[in-house]
């Protein structure tokens, strides 16, 4: 639907002023108008996104964490080095193991493990034991779980999986819970208070089904293909019909209306001669229809921070998503240029020396990741 078509069907000022509800309306409208080219702009801007960053990004991110496993082994033989003083020396072991530590994170590496462990004067694999365990009894402190003493705890994917099999099984008992204590309720003798609010939301919901089953009948009985003789018109009517069932089983009242205008069975006009009672009953399928709109918006959002690994505390937009994407490649790609050159500087104890003089001396945001200072 092209937008001049969605803002045909707002309520159009004339010579008295716009009601209250029709007002509403036009807000509601112009707030789905919105909400759509958002939801557009998230379509364009993720296909884009994935494209670069799996051609751009991933590349250098899989050549830092070369560069990183090469500084840790060249840190680890400068350490090694004769005419290092102690300080030196205790500040490349830190460097080491904050570098070897995240890299054992995502991967085995036998020689990286022994390197950390050297240098941290620690075991990695006791360390996350220790880890595993830690977070085994904070989950069954806190939320009451039995993860089982059989528990893999060098397995964090086996822990997480029974971990979220307890939240599950959390969720659905409260669910049942909720369920009956509803039925519970529903059981008690209401008063008559609560019986007229019932009855009036049955009202409003019969009437609100009703106006959209109007709107749906009209286009169904106009478009009906099986009723048209000529089979390229035939073709049109089945395209149009499937868009029209499609809305009114989502109950997606700005579609139909969308559709009536365009295949103009009603004018502009003929949407300010809405009546106030239907006219609320209007509001209350658009307000609906923003909400679930809301809704998949936060989703989309949500969805790619997770699958690019933004932090869903960051605000993300579709509009400069992609600017945020050259700059972090601009940022790596630098990163791995500075990473080589810090590998030929450790070639000797005086370039050790002057390496780490030079490091003291960097900014904090310009160290190298898994830097400890």
């Known amino acids: 639907m092209p937008k001049s078509q969605l803002t045909a069907v707002r309520i159009a000022a004339s010579d008295s002023p716009l009601s209250k509800g029709q007002k509403t309306f036009n807000r509601q409208i112009q707030q789905i108008e919105k909400l759509r080219s958002r939801l557009t702009a998230w379509d364009a801007a993720t296909i884009s996104y994935q494209k670069k960053y799996t051609q751009d990004l991933l590349p250098l991110f899989s050549i830092a964490t070369e560069l990183q496993i090469k500084l840790v082994h060249s840190l680890d033989r400068a350490a090694a080095q004769k005419g290092l003083t102690r300080t030196e020396r205790r500040t490349l072991g830190e460097l080491i193991a904050g570098l070897a530590g995240p890299l054992l994170g995502e991967r085995d590496d036998a020689e990286l493990k022994a390197i950390y462990n050297r240098h941290s004067r620690s075991d990695y694999d006791s360390e996350e034991a220790a880890q595993m365990q830690g977070m085994k009894d904070l989950f069954e402190d806190v939320f009451g779980f039995d993860l089982g003493d059989d528990a893999k705890l060098d397995s964090p994917d086996e822990f997480m999986q029974r971990a979220q ?158 600017h945020e994407l050259a700059g972090e490649i601009a940022r790596t790609r630098q990163d791995n240029r500075d990473m080589e050159q810090d590998l030929l500087a450790l070639e000797d104890a005086k370039g050790v020396k002057a390496w780490l003089k030079q490091l003291r001396r960097r900014p904090a945001d310009d160290d190298f990741d898994g830097c400890p200072f």
């Open 165 to 322: 099999a307890q939240f599950a099984q959390m969720q659905a008992d409260c669910q049942a819970e909720q369920q009956a204590q509803e039925e519970r309720r529903a059981r008690r003798k209401k008063s008559a208070k609560q019986l007229e609010k019932e009855e009036r939301a049955e009202a409003d919901a019969r009437q609100i089904n009703q106006s959209i089953r109007e709107i749906y009948r009209k286009l169904a009985s106009a478009l009906h293909p099986d009723r048209e003789p000529d089979p390229q018109e035939r073709v049109r009517k089945t395209a149009l019909m499937q868009r029209i069932n499609h809305a009114y089983d989502k109950q997606n009242l700005l579609q139909l209306l969308e559709l009536q205008l365009e295949l103009e069975h009603i004018d502009r006009t003929a949407i300010g001669r809405i009546d106030e009672e239907r006219l609320r009953h209007y509001n209350a399928v658009l307000k609906r229809q923003i909400a679930e709109l809301e809704h998949e918006t936060m989703r989309i959002e949500s969805d790619f921070c997770a699958q690019f690994g933004i932090s869903p505390f960051v605000m993300v937009k579709p509009e400069t998503v992609m």
